[in-house]
């Protein structure tokens, strides 16, 4: 079992930057790919980002990439969700999750462990 506690949500106007974290916990947490996705308010929810185990690896929505960042500190099993250039579009409960394997395959339903979300809101 893999716990995953995120933190960092919060207003920001566009323009701005936020940075999400999401710390694992439990049995061999370290082992897993993590990654983030976001639900905006009637939409379903959407890829954003993911790192493999050892943040060797990354890979970016399209939506997101060159803003987003997915840093992750091995030693305290913790990955971040760096947001850059933030715009009224990026607002959403932001989920952290953690999946077995690493993968270019954008589908939540990879994933074993979800965090319980946090909101970010940008304003125009």
């Known amino acids: 079992q893999v716990q995953l506690v995120e933190s960092g949500g919060g207003l920001v106007q566009a323009g701005g930057s936020l940075r999400l974290s999401c710390a694992a916990s439990?049995?061999?947490?370290?082992?897993?790919?993590m990654g983030w996705f976001r639900q905006a308010p009637g939409k379903e929810r959407e890829f954003v980002a993911e790192?493999?185990?050892?943040?060797?690896?990354?890979n970016y929505a399209d939506s997101v990439k060159g803003r987003f960042t997915i840093p992750k500190d091995n030693a305290k099993n913790t990955v971040y969700l760096q947001m850059n250039s933030l715009r009224p579009e990026d607002t959403a409960v932001y989920y952290c999750g953690a999946v077995l394997s690493f993968s270019y395959v954008r589908q939540q339903n990879r994933y074993n462990y979800w965090g319980q979300g946090t909101q970010v809101t940008v304003s125009s």
């Open positions: 790192i493999n185990f050892s943040g060797g690896t990354t």
């Open positions: 439990g049995r061999a947490a370290s082992n897993y790919a």
